[in-house]
């Protein structure tokens, strides 16, 4: 069997699709069919025998998964030996520059009210 040779770095960061695709090393189209989904119930019950989705509060919503859901289906469902999963950071969107800028301005600004 295959081995998925990875860290899991944040237990809180959820994987879409594509990322699930890497890592199972199956197509996207396999990975819809392991998928627990159903479309008369947004969110379907547990289900052991397939890769189940994070909670969605709208059909619409992309499916996310939880980095140990997708360990947990790749041992025991497929049957991959050595099963671990990394997530990585995405990279810094423009919102999340603007705010880093806002909090290194914030702090400047502290920091001449407390030298008065």
């Not at 999963?85 to 800028?101: G, H, L």
Request: charged share 30%; glycine share 0%; aromatic share 6%.
């Amino acid at each position: 069997m295959e081995n998925i040779d990875s860290n899991i770095s944040s237990e809180e960061e959820l994987v879409g699709i594509d990322e699930v695709q890497k890592f199972l090393n199956r197509s996207r189209a396999s990975v819809y069919r392991y998928t627990n989904t159903d479309l008369r119930n947004i969110n379907p019950n547990f289900n052991p025998r397939k890769l189940n989705p994070e909670f969605r509060t709208d059909q619409k919503d992309p499916l996310k998964f939880h980095p140990n859901e997708v360990a947990r289906f790749a041992r025991d469902i497929l049957r991959i030996k050595e099963v671990t999963v990394e997530v990585f950071n995405t990279p810094s969107s423009a919102a999340q520059n603007i705010m880093v800028q806002i909090l290194d301005e914030l702090k400047s600004i502290r920091s001449l009210l407390e030298k008065e």
